[in-house]
């Protein structure tokens, strides 16, 4: 089956979408990876989305103005992967959404909201949607994340050693091998909180970690940081920007003092490098297969590197699977699994008390065609 999986990441830059032919045999999933494509989001979509994310508040006119406004992107995203990367022969599209929330209440996840109306995608490109995946799992118990652990299990599960899957996103998250998934804090998002802030809007993000090696670590601010409380609660638990955010950041400058910029987002990177190498260390790894967009950022990666001696640190694109469309194909997997009757959680992984079928069905312009299900999930994901 040909399905193209969308994503766009708490970074919110741009929806990624990755085609993938899948096929099940017996217990091996086999993904054979046709390529990504990406687009960014229009300049006033993204101001909007960001001018409505916590801890701004917003109205539900808005929220209905970027559910459709998100929509209408990932739609035209969708069109372009299938006509450049499927020759039109797409058979199923898996949308991830857009998080815009994610409700922690006692470190117990409530509810999850990720906007992006399928109706959009279903319309421009007549395939059946499968979307709203995390709600499930939260509804069964569990977090609603790392979704993609289930992939990285599969995918990992007989290499040597103990590896780890991190993912380096907005926000980090890590999958080890006994099936133990949580978010380890923030990946990139207080360093492109910074960026933005310090910048007045100018820079997006620390492009090539350029700000944070002109600067120096600030060992108070680092211990102010590390201070955090969520850094010492027990796994399986997941965050977002609902905490850490700019606001975050400015409460642990409170009493530093005035700092450059630089030294303020090398900083940051230092914390992003901690906090992951610490989750790391706690799963015992012997190597760490990284994705995400912070593996574009030499400095934070150096930092990782220089806190994990010993243990291999390779970018997925290495084992097959490119970084920067690593959970587009998750995606895409987990979509086939949800059409095929097929559980795309590891109870292990997010908590939950028991597997789950993710999501829900959008039907394409021919109404529901549902294959027969699965007699039986994968035991394992290889490429080809």
């Not at 508040?57 to 990932?74: H, K, M």
């Not at 630089?262 to 940051?268: N, P, R």
Request: with cysteine; glycine share 12%; charged share 20%.
């Amino acid at each position: 089956m040909r399905v193209i999986g969308l994503m766009s990441g708490t970074s919110y830059d741009a929806i990624d979408a990755a085609a993938a032919d899948l096929v099940l045999d017996g217990d091996t999933l086999a993904l054979r990876p046709l390529g990504l494509v990406s687009e960014a989001y229009d300049g006033d979509l993204r101001d909007a989305l960001a001018a409505a994310l916590p801890p701004a508040s917003t109205t539900l006119a808005e929220v209905c103005r970027l559910d459709t406004l998100i929509g209408r992107a990932f739609a035209a995203t969708a069109v372009r992967a299938n006509r450049e990367l499927c020759d039109g022969d797409a058979e199923l599209i898996a949308s991830h959404g857009q998080t815009v929330y994610h409700w922690v209440e006692d470190s117990r996840v409530r509810g999850t909201l990720q906007i992006g109306q399928p109706a959009w995608i279903a319309e421009a490109t007549g395939l059946p949607v499968v979307a709203d995946f995390r709600p499930r799992d939260i509804a069964a118990g569990g977090q609603g994340a790392p979704l993609v652990s289930l992939v990285d299990l599969l995918w990992l599960r007989g290499r040597p050693g103990t590896p780890v899957a991190l993912n380096l996103g907005g926000i980090a998250n890590l999958t080890a091998p006994d099936g133990t998934a949580f978010d380890t804090g923030p990946g990139c998002a207080l360093i492109d909180a910074a960026a933005q802030g310090f910048s007045g809007g100018r820079l997006s993000y620390d492009v090539d970690g350029a700000l944070a090696a002109r600067g120096r670590v600030h060992p108070l601010l680092l211990d102010r940081l590390l201070d955090e409380p969520y850094y010492a609660r027990p796994a399986p638990k997941t965050t977002g920007k609902e905490l850490f955010h700019l606001g975050h950041l400015h409460e642990a400058l409170a009493g530093v003092g005035t700092l450059p910029a630089e030294d303020v987002i090398a900083t940051l990177t230092a914390l992003t490098a901690r906090t992951v190498a610490d989750a790391v260390r706690g799963a015992g790894a012997t190597e760490v297969v990284a994705s995400g967009g912070g593996t574009r950022n030499p400095v934070l990666m150096g930092m990782l590197a220089a806190e994990l001696p010993g243990v291999a640190l390779r970018d997925s694109g290495e084992l097959g699977l490119p970084s920067a469309a690593k959970e587009a194909y998750a995606f895409a997997v987990l979509g086939f699994l949800t059409l095929h009757g097929l559980a795309g959680t590891a109870p292990a992984s997010t908590g939950a008390r028991h597997p789950s079928v993710l999501g829900s069905l959008t039907p394409g312009r021919d109404g529901f065609r549902l294959p027969p299900p699965a007699p039986k999930p994968p035991a394992r994901l290889v490429l080809e």
